[in-house]
């Protein structure tokens, strides 16, 4: 059974920063690419980043230069450094990962992250 368990999100003021992390129990983490969704209010969710075994990363356009996101593979967790931040970085961030080789998606439970003066 996998699990994914985030944590580091809060409140923090517009320019802030936050990383989150998030570790994956139940299976080998070598077979999944991580990566971080968010949800704003009234939204859908949307990509953040991606981030391969190999490292090569992958960014929604809004976020890039900005966040990044990394994976300590001996440690199973992948984290999102959020610099930056803006109101509309505002959501509920999602801990995803998907086996690279069957295409099953596991998610995280959800973190708030919520960016205000």
């Known amino acids: 059974q996998v699990q994914l368990v985030e944590s580091g999100g809060g409140l923090v003021q517009p320019g802030g920063s936050l990383t989150l992390s998030c570790t994956l129990s139940?299976?080998?983490?070598?077979?999944?690419?991580m990566g971080w969704y968010r949800q704003p209010p009234g939204n859908q969710r949307e990509l953040v980043a991606t981030?391969?075994?190999?490292?090569?990363?992958n960014y929604a356009d809004s976020v890039t230069g900005r966040f990044t996101i990394s994976r300590d593979n001996s440690k199973k967790t992948v984290f999102l450094e959020m610099n930056s931040l803006q109101l509309d970085d505002t959501a509920v961030y999602y801990c995803?990962?998907?086996?690279?080789?069957?295409?099953?998606?596991?998610w995280g439970q959800g973190t708030q992250v919520t960016v205000s003066t």
């Open positions: 981030i391969a075994f190999t490292k090569a990363t």
């Open positions: 139940g299976n080998i983490f070598s077979t999944y690419i």
């Open positions: 995803h990962a998907r086996n690279r080789y069957t295409g099953v998606q596991h």
